[in-house]
Structure formats: C-alpha cells, structure tokens
C-alpha cells in the first residue's frame, strides 16, 4: 500500500495569510487528488492532478487556490489569502492502481 | 456520480458480522461500487470495490446484487478498531470520489 505523507499535520494561520500544504508519496504517482472536510462535514473533492496539470476541478477549488508539483516529488495545495471558513482537514490522495485512493493522515488548518 | 443512500448509524456486537448496505439505484453500466472508511478525522482508507461479482480481500466481503441497485459491506468478524464512518461510493475507474455522509458503525464490546 503506497504511503502518503502530509506535513504539517497541524496549521494555524492568521485570515489573510497565505498557506502551503505539502504531500509527499513515497512511491512514483502520476495521479493526485485534494480533498478536504469541514469539522462535522463530509469529505468534499477539492481537485485532481495528472502529470503535472489539473485534470479536474471542483467549484470550491477557486483563484484563491493552486496546486503544483514543484520538484516532481512534493506535492503542494497553495491557498493565496485564507478565509476563516478554509479552516477544515485538507487530504492529499494518491491512486495505488485504476481504484483505489491512498489518503494521507490530512493537514488540519485553523484560521483565526 | 450516481447518488448513494446510507444508513446514518448502525450498531454491532464484537466479533459479530457487520452488514453496511448502501443504495445505488441509479448506478451506471460503467460504475464500480467503491468502500472507504474515516476513523475519527483520520484520511479514509480504501476497503474493497466492485463491479457486477461479489468480492472478497483481507478486510471484508462485498455482496452486490444481480440489478447492481444496492451492495452490502461485510465485515466478517467485527472490532473495536472498525469502529468508523463507513462510505459507499459509486463512480468510474481512477476517477474522484463523491463521499456522502456514509454510517457511523459502533462495534460494542
């Protein structure tokens, strides 16, 4: 099973200030996916990554976000100027084959 | 994505069998039925997926009916450390995930 590695695993951030989550994978993945759940909510699909581009995106996934695989290893979710409702769990997940989705432990974001 | 229905909560005694059923019955010819699972905040973890056959691995059994319009998640021998949110999830191959609210499976001592 391919291990996902989201640092930090905790982020607190003053509204306003821009955020960096990371994902690292262990093993050589093409295909990445950022999900993020709001405290009591479900787990909502933010977008997907494929060979370095966005593949696909969800209407919450706005200009304020972008993601980039900048060194072909980390994987990186960019929110620019937080709100105070981005503060959720934000997910990084990899395909280990054409179904399954390994997930990280997630990033849990506090906005204040 | 076709659209799944869930119980909200379900109860099990340890060392039970737990049965999840899920809805599915505007499920697609090309749609595969996926489970997932998300112990307290932690990122869900893939359980077993299904196209037309039922499916056996390590963690459970999946029951798929012949119309592909519900399935049933079974955990053969329940713990207390399969105590989760329990989500079926239906879509295309390697595509995104759609979760609903899944159910919450209390396994009792």
């Known amino acids: 099973e391919p291990e996902v590695t989201q640092t930090p695993s905790h982020q607190v951030t003053q509204m306003g200030q821009e955020v960096i989550l990371r994902c690292v994978p262990i093993?050589?993945?093409?295909?990445f996916y950022w999900y993020r759940q709001i405290l009591g909510q479900k787990v909502e699909f933010l977008v997907s990554?494929?060979?370095?581009?966005?593949?696909?995106k969800s209407e919450i996934f706005d200009d304020q976000f972008s993601v980039e695989r900048p060194d072909g290893s980390n994987f990186t979710l960019k929110i620019r100027s937080t709100k105070l409702e981005d503060s959720a769990m934000y997910f990084c997940?990899?395909?280990?084959?054409?179904?399954?989705?390994?997930f990280g432990q997630g990033t849990r974001l506090t906005v204040v | 994505d076709a659209k799944t229905t869930q119980p909200t909560s379900m109860d099990c005694a340890e060392g039970r069998a737990a049965n999840l059923p899920c809805n599915h019955s505007?499920?697609?010819?090309?749609?595969?039925v996926y489970w997932y699972r998300q112990i307290h905040s932690q990122g869900p973890q893939y359980i077993i997926h299904?196209?037309?056959n039922n499916e056996t691995n390590e963690m459970a059994s999946l029951i798929i009916t012949e119309d592909r319009k519900s399935s049933t998640l079974i955990l053969p021998h329940a713990t207390l450390r399969d105590t989760a949110v329990y989500y079926c999830?239906?879509?295309?191959?390697?595509?995104?995930?759609?979760f609903g609210e899944g159910t919450q499976l209390t396994v009792n001592p």
């Open positions: 997940a990899l395909h280990g084959g054409p179904y399954e989705a390994f």
């Open positions: 093993s050589n993945h093409l295909y």
């Open positions: 990554f494929y060979n370095n581009e966005i593949s696909e």
């Open positions: 505007t499920i697609s010819g090309n749609e595969y």
């Open positions: 299904g196209l037309k």
């Open positions: 999830i239906v879509g295309g191959s390697g595509s995104r995930l759609t």
